[in-house]
Every structure is written in C-alpha cells, then in structure tokens.
C-alpha cells in the first residue's frame, strides 16, 4: 500500500478509454497534429445532490493511472483487428507503433483531494501533446467523477450525524468490486469513519467495523442463546442486532448479555437497530439501556438512511449515537452520476501563441471557458468568501472582480488586501510526478476542515446558499469575445 492507495495492475488499461478518444487520436497522428500542445481542463457544471459544494477526490487513483499509462502488446493486438464500415482496419501499423512506443509527457495540475469545488472550476488541468490529452480524457472522468459524488453524499451524512460517527455499510448494494473499492474510499475522504468492507480496509487503511446479522440469531433456538454465543466468541466486539423479532425484548436480552460480559470484565459496546421507528425505538432502547447501568453503550441505527432521514430523526430526537449508511451512499441513490466534462481550453498555434477555445451552446450553461484555468479562493479570517477563474498567461489583476458565468451582472470585488489560495497545484511536470500524494487520513482530514470553512448556509441541504464562483472579469470579457466572434457578430 502507499499513500492510502494499493497499487492496482494497470496493465492493458489504456483501453478504459472510448473509441472516439482512439480514433480522434488517430486523426491527430495521420494530420500531422499529434504533438500540437492543448490545455484540457476537467470540470462539472453542477454540483450533486442539489448541493451547494462538491467534495474532490479520486486524484490519487488518476496518478496511480497516469503512472502507469502504456499500451501493452495485448492492447496493440486488439487494436489491429479492429475493422471500419468496410471491413479494413481501423488503425494503419504505423499508428499502432506510434502507441508502442508512447509515453506520458503531459503537464497536470489538480485540486488536492478533500478540496471543497463549485460548478464550472477545474478539478484538473492538463497540458501537453493533445493526442495524449485526448486519449486519457474518459478514464480521467470516470476516475474523479465517481469518487467526487461519493465522497459529497457521505460528506452531507456527516453532516446530517452533527458530528456523530458513520459507518459505510454498502458493499452488497455497490455497483461492482471496483465500485465498492473506490466508494469506500470516498466515503471515508467524505467524513465517514469507517466501513464495513474489509477489502477496502486492506488496501486503503480505513477502518472496519462489523458485528453480526440477523442469521446469527435465527440460526439459535432463541435470541438470548444467540447473544450469549457470540459474546462468548467475541467478548471484545458485543453490538447486538436487536431487532430480529421484538426490538424492545431484544434490548432487554441485550442487557441480560451485557451483564454477563461485565461479570468477566469486559463491557457491552451498543446495539443496533435496523428496521421499524427508528426515532422511538431509539428513545425506549436508550432508556432501558440506561436504567440496567448501561449509559456508554452505543445505539446504532441502518435501515436505507440518507442525510435528509438522519437529519429528520435527530429533529424527532432520536438517541441514535453511529450511524450506518449504505445503499443510499454507496451508490449515491438519489444522482448517481456526477456531470463532470473535459473541454478544450486552448492550442498552441503554429506561430508558438495560445489560441485560446471554447464550446458553444444554445444553453448557457454548456459554454465552456476558454484559457489556461487557476482557480484562487479568497478567505476573510474565519471563512472562504468566493472564487475566481482566471487565466495563468494573464497576471490575475487587484482588486479582483468575480463575474458569475451564467448572469454577469453578479460581481464580488475582492480588495487587493485579501487572503487566498490557488487551489490546482502542480501534479505532473513532462509525465513526471512532483507531487506528494498525501495519505488518505490527511485528505479525509482536509475535506473537514474545508467545509468547515464555508458558511453553515453553503450547506444546508434545501436551497443553499450560492457561494460566490465565477470568471476573473478580464477572463469574462475575453470569454463575450470569442463568443461573438464564434457567432459571427464582430
């Protein structure tokens, strides 16, 4: 394992791609154009979950990737009996040589994992040959898009929790081994503090927690000789499912456990409920467990929650103390997919200058933004006050003007004196990496003290409040330009 990621075999991967990435490369090669320099940037256009932020993440596993990007035999072999409409071969030998002997010389620069983001601000941008741009967009997509809305859904439960531990529980419910890996991953840089997948638990050094199910218990002729069983194999991990067949009895028989185990000097951890009313249930269970001298221990609550369930129940005051969460956040139920695009930013001319490019649209929300792209967050002393997009080949001016992308008469003027921070940072130079990918822990711990950072409005779960985001004002003008020109109106 290094830096909270385990090496995956990445061989034959150049192929997480979609063919018309291979095939526009292939254009790029016959034209003579393979190594003009281009400026990628990655991006989505809204944030998830009617949320007011997004969470980054899957930078770790995109460098383990891009590390390890080559096309192997097997790849070219494939490729070679690829046929078009009339039964020839797709790709000519020599593109396929050209593939062999490919490698990574791109420039990267990203968001740090954990990093809050906004709608329309590069997660990442890459600058290099655009053949080698164009090839890594799909598997660079699928890599942060995914991880990206994972950790946003567990970041807004733990949230709904008010600082109360969640535990992933999604693993069955996952869409896929590599699904569930890279979603117990998020989860964890979202906030939750553990997971129940043990696989998970290996290779990224989260923790893991787990007790037993139902068919424990239904596999005794009672309850209490199922309890007494398992507390007799596992003294040290007593957190009984109670809800079998009566919730209340079951805690009562809990209770009875719990002594047991205090006579030989260990301590009943918690229960746990996972079905019927979780709120009242909860507040008899924390009674009874109270009144038989049994205040530390633990109630926790499964059963299908998500944030807008737990923040209900903790308005119903329920006595719940961990939370397990697992379809919902593992699959990230109610938008499974985030938005994110890559769109060219710009292309180095023949005359060696930056012609800079955007996509139009009869949506406003699909232009996209020209240029070479930073992003700087601005901070007063106790929180982010907003962000610009500016472009590097431009000196970003003071004061600085935020124009809102999709309304320019919304402005924020930040006075020369303000605290900020550039948020992409380099990540690759020339195909090499000079970054230090951080641990795991410390990208979980980032993305705390990130959103703590933003106003308690920015995330509310019902219409937040609209962080201030947008173009630096001279990026927006020259954006207006290229727009009129595109529609021939200058």
């Known amino acids: ?22 095939t526009m490369a292939y254009g790029y090669w016959k034209s003579g154009r393979a190594d003009r320099e281009a400026v990628f940037h990655l991006f989505f256009r809204k944030a ?38 009339d039964g020839k071969p797709l790709f000519e030998p020599g593109f396929l040589e050209y593939l062999r002997t490919l490698k990574f010389t791109c420039d990267v620069d990203a968001m740090p994992e954990g990093t809050v983001a906004f709608a ?17 967009e799909t598997a660079l997509l699928n890599l942060l898009n995914f991880q990206s809305l994972i950790a946003t859904k567990a970041a807004r439960v733990c949230l709904a929790t008010r600082g109360e531990p969640v535990m992933e529980f999604g693993l069955r419910r996952a869409q896929g081994v590599d699904g569930a890996l890279g ?20 290779r990224y050094g989260i923790p893991v927690c787990g007790t037993h199910a139902h068919s424990w218990v239904m596999s005794f002729d009672d309850e209490r000789e199922a309890f007494l069983a398992y507390a007799e194999a ?22 009875e456990t719990g002594r047991w185990l205090r006579e030989r000097g260990h301590e009943l951890v918690g229960i746990r409920l996972d079905s019927g009313d979780l709120a009242w249930l909860s507040i008899e269970a924390r009674k009874i467990l109270d009144e038989a001298g049994f205040p530390k221990a633990v109630i926790v609550a499964s059963n299908d929650l998500d944030e807008h369930i737990i923040a209900s129940l903790k308005e119903q005051g329920a006595r719940i103390n961990v939370w397990g969460v697992g379809t919902k956040l593992i ?17 180095r001319g023949n005359d060696g200058h930056w012609a800079y490019k955007l996509k139009l649209s009869e949506q406003v929300v699909k232009i996209s933004n020209p240029g070479i792209q930073q992003v700087r967050r601005f901070r007063s002393d106790t929180e982010f006050i907003g962000d610009g997009i500016f472009d590097i080949e431009s000196d970003a001016p003071e004061p600085f003007t935020i124009v ?30 000079v970054y230090q990918v951080p641990t795991l822990l410390d990208v979980r711990q980032r993305a705390q003290a990130q959103i703590g950072m933003f106003h308690a409005g920015v995330k509310r779960f019902v219409n937040p409040h609209e962080y201030p985001v ?21």
């Open 1 to 22: 394992m290094k830096n909270g990621i385990e090496t995956d075999n990445w061989n034959g991967r150049a192929l997480l791609t979609d063919l018309y990435q291979l």
């Open 48 to 85: 998830p979950f009617q949320s007011g932020f997004t969470i980054a993440a899957g930078l770790a596993t995109a460098i383990d990737f891009l590390n390890s990007y080559h096309f192997t035999e097997a790849d070219l072999q494939f490729l070679s009996v690829m046929a078009g409409n």
């Open 120 to 136: 329309h601000e590069p997660l990442l941008r890459i600058k290099g040959p655009i053949l080698q741009c164009q090839l890594l």
């Open 183 to 202: 979603a117990s991953r998020a989860a964890y840089i979202g906030g939750c503090a553990a997971t129940s997948n043990v696989l998970a638990g290996k």
């Open 234 to 255: 596992m003294p040290n991990n007593c957190v009984f499912l109670v809800d079998t067949y009566d919730t209340l009895e079951g805690v009562r028989h809990a209770v």
């Open 331 to 347: 699959t990230a139920y109610d938008q499974p997919a985030l938005g994110g695009v890559y769109k060219l930013g710009a292309i």
């Open 404 to 433: 809102d992308p999709l309304d320019s008469t919304r402005r924020k003027h930040m006075v020369p004196e303000t605290a900020f921070e550039d948020l992409l940072v380099p990540v690759f130079r020339l195909g090499k990496l």
């Open 470 to 490: 947008g173009l630096e004002l001279g990026l927006h003008e020259l954006k207006m330009k290229l727009i009129l020109k595109a529609r021939g109106e200058t």
